[in-house]
Every structure is written in structure tokens, then in C-alpha cells.
């Protein structure tokens, strides 16, 4: 990632704008993607996949920021998937015949794109996946270069108050988090660039962490650079930094410990899991996310999500979705619904009989066999025996009326 990038950016609009509607609150904002990607490389393509005929402003928005809209033919018997096979098509396509382009970004937070991202990596390019935290699948978050949340770009976002269009209410950012939570990754960075003999620089200590958890953002922690990130750490006792701005060194303080000691995402899902149980009846036709959460703070008084690393309980509902516990579902007018997952449907067991009747019956099956076999043999041999006997006979009557 050293080298300059140059990135393809591919938009499955109907996905991200849906996911950034129900959760955020808000309206997806292709300009505040671009200048997020600019900022890591040159852009030299832009594609967005939809039925852009239902989508009259979001084609002025692409027409304003040069993005190539494709069109997504409805078939009449649908097409669930149109869009994301277009896209990857694409993409693997431009990825043959494009050895420039080193770099792809794939704007959307359907897990199907997995696959797509793991092939691109393996053919060494770069892969960028920008989504919501609360709506895109924490697999493919994990399994890219760098996740961009839409969470992170809300500081960026213009606000242009001289549009006729009445202003939304603007969703509240989410609260950041205790630096505390990101000091196990920063250890883990800070200890891989002591094996590696490398010193640890502030643009190497965060492709190092970024290596480690794509997922990674200082803007969750409250600060608008890595920068500021790290001048947070140092004030809270956590790393000891020497030299000056712009080069700085950061070295592991043994002896800092956090006072209480941050809690992992997975530690959260037996507290939701039990609220699910008690709610199951209400949870058959899914529940507004806004409601579960009230369900939980109203059974856990202390419950904080923040605790668990996510930022809004949202997130935590997207993390336990990917470990089958429920389901989520974006809906325009809703939001985010929320179902039971997997878990709590396993599959029916199946009734075995026992080896011995089958053994029983196998063996009496193949015994009865031959006994229609004979059956059978016997009645096609008298049958013959009857055909030759009339033939014969025939031939006799023939005969005779011949020799008359």
C-alpha cells in the first residue's frame, strides 16, 4: 500500500443507500465516499450499479460526480441478485485487462461480495470495502485492506444550508470509545514491529494495525487523525511517544494497564441471547432494532455496548447477526428490523430405526426375490409354450388346406 494507488470504485446503490436510510438515518452521499477513496489513491473509474430509472435524484448525484451508471435490468421473474453478479463481472474483468489499476473499492455491505474480495486479493490488489458498520457483514469488514465506515465519514459530510430541500433531522453521532479498547491492537502492532526490527513511525505503526484489524478507524475513538489518536494515548498513559511532530516514535508502556480491562465483542451475546428467549413470542414478525434495545437496557440496567468495542448497539446486532443469533433486515420505512436467527431454528431430528428391523427387512426382501422371479419366469414360459403350441397348430391348419 506503499505505492501509489490507482482505484476502481464500484457502487451496488441500491444496497448501501437502503442500508445507510435505515440505520444512519440519512442519505448515501456518493461525493463524501469519493473524497474519503481520494485520499488513499487516485480514482481513474467509477461505476454505480442500480434501476436508475427509479432513481431520478440519485442519478443527478452520480451525473454531479462523474460516476458511469449502469443499468440493472429487471427480468420478469426478478432478479435478486442482478446487480451483484454485474458487479463482479466487472470487476474481475477490469482486474484481467487493467494491470494499472492496483486497487478496487467495493461500496456496498452484502456479504455475497466475499468472494469477489477474496479473488481480487489474491491477484495482489489492493481492496477497499466502505459500508456501515451496523448494516455491513463484519466478515467482509475483516476481510479486506481497510474497511471505510460511513460512521467515520459523518465528521466530513458538507452541510450546504443554501438548498430549497426542508433540512432531516441530523442523526446523532454515536458517542467514541474508550481508548482503552484500542490498546490490545495497539499492542499487537507495537509488538510485531519489535520482532520485525522495524521502528515504530506513526504512518507504519497504523498500516501495521491496519494489517491487523481492517476494521480499525481513530475517528471511533474520538480523534480526526492518527495523530491526534496517538496524543491521546500518550496523555492517557498508555504509550510513551519521543521526536517531534510528524515524526514520531511510539513505544509500549508495560506497566499501563487500563483499570478495567475492555470486555471482547463475543462476551455480549449470552446477555442478548437470554433477553431473545424471553421475548421470543414478539420477536416471530421482528422487532424495530430501537425496541430490542430497550429490551436489553430494561432487563441489564448496566448493559453498555461501548464496553464490547461497538459504538452503538446497532453494531452489536450486526456482529450477531454473522453468529446466526438474529437476523437483520433494512427497511425504508421501518429501519432496522430484527428477527431470530438461526440458533434458535435447528434442524429437525431425524428418527432413526434401529440396524437390526432394517437388517430384518433387507433380508426379507432379497428373499422374496427369487420366488417372484420364478413367479415371473414361470408364467413367460407357459405363455411361450402356448404361442409355439397355436403357431404350430397354424402352420398344420396351412399345411393342410395346401395339400387340398
Not at 6 to 20: L, M, Q, S, T
Not at 231 to 236: D, M, N, P, R
Request: one cysteine or more; hydrophobic letters at 40%.
Amino acid at each position: 500500500m506503499q505505492d501509489k494507488l490507482k482505484i476502481a470504485v464500484f457502487i451496488d446503490y441500491d444496497n448501501i443507500e437502503i442500508g445507510v436510510k435505515s440505520t444512519l438515518k440519512g442519505e448515501f452521499n456518493v461525493g463524501v465516499v469519493l473524497d474519503a477513496l481520494k485520499e488513499r489513491g487516485d480514482i481513474v473509474a467509477k461505476f454505480a450499479y442500480a434501476d436508475w430509472g427509479r432513481n431520478e435524484q440519485a442519478k443527478r448525484q452520480m451525473a454531479e460526480n462523474a460516476v458511469q451508471m449502469v443499468q440493472r435490468v429487471i427480468s420478469p421473474r426478478g432478479d435478486k441478485n442482478g446487480a451483484d453478479i454485474n458487479l463482479a463481472l466487472d470487476a474481475l474483468e477490469m482486474a484481467f485487462t487493467h494491470d494499472h489499476i492496483n486497487a478496487f473499492a467495493i461500496v456496498s455491505g452484502d456479504s455475497d461480495f466475499i468472494p469477489l474480495v477474496n479473488k481480487l486479493k489474491m491477484y495482489g490488489k489492493t481492496v477497499f470495502v466502505v459500508g456501515g458498520r451496523a448494516f455491513t457483514s463484519t466478515i467482509l469488514q475483516k476481510n479486506c485492506h481497510e474497511f471505510i465506515s460511513f460512521e467515520s465519514l459523518m465528521d466530513t459530510e458538507p452541510r450546504d444550508k443554501s438548498h430549497a430541500r426542508p433540512a432531516k433531522p441530523q442523526r446523532p453521532r454515536p458517542e467514541p470509545l474508550d481508548l482503552a479498547q484500542a490498546m490490545p491492537l495497539v499492542e499487537r502492532a507495537l509488538q510485531a514491529l519489535e520482532r520485525r526490527g522495524a521502528k515504530p513511525q506513526l504512518g507504519l505503526l497504523k498500516s501495521t494495525m491496519l494489517q491487523l484489524d481492517p476494521t480499525f478507524t481513530e475517528k471511533a475513538y474520538g480523534a480526526s487523525t492518527f495523530t491526534e489518536f496517538v496524543e491521546k494515548l500518550q496523555a492517557a498513559g498508555f504509550v510513551n511517544v519521543t521526536g517531534a511532530e510528524g515524526r514520531y516514535f511510539i513505544e509500549r508502556k508495560p506497566a499501563a494497564q487500563p483499570e478495567r480491562p475492555p470486555l471482547k465483542p463475543e462476551e455480549a451475546l449470552p446477555l442478548l441471547r437470554d433477553v431473545l428467549e424471553t421475548h421470543r413470542l414478539e420477536m416471530d414478525n421482528g422487532v424495530p432494532a430501537e425496541e430490542l434495545e430497550a429490551w436489553v437496557k430494561r432487563e441489564y440496567p448496566d448493559f453498555d455496548c461501548k464496553r464490547y468495542g461497538f459504538q452503538e448497539f446497532t453494531e452489536l446486532l450486526n456482529y450477531a447477526q454473522d453468529k446466526l443469533l438474529v437476523r437483520i433486515q433494512p427497511d425504508e420505512e421501518k429501519g432496522l428490523m430484527v428477527y431470530l436467527g438461526a440458533e434458535f431454528y435447528p434442524p429437525a431430528d431425524v428418527e432413526f430405526i434401529p440396524a437390526e428391523p432394517v437388517l430384518q427387512f433387507a433380508e426379507a426382501v432379497a428373499s422374496e426375490k427369487p420366488a417372484r422371479r420364478s413367479r415371473r419366469t414361470r408364467a413367460k414360459s407357459t405363455g411361450e409354450t402356448a404361442a409355439k403350441k397355436t403357431s404350430r397348430g397354424g402352420r398344420r391348419k396351412k399345411s393342410a388346406g395346401t395339400e387340398s
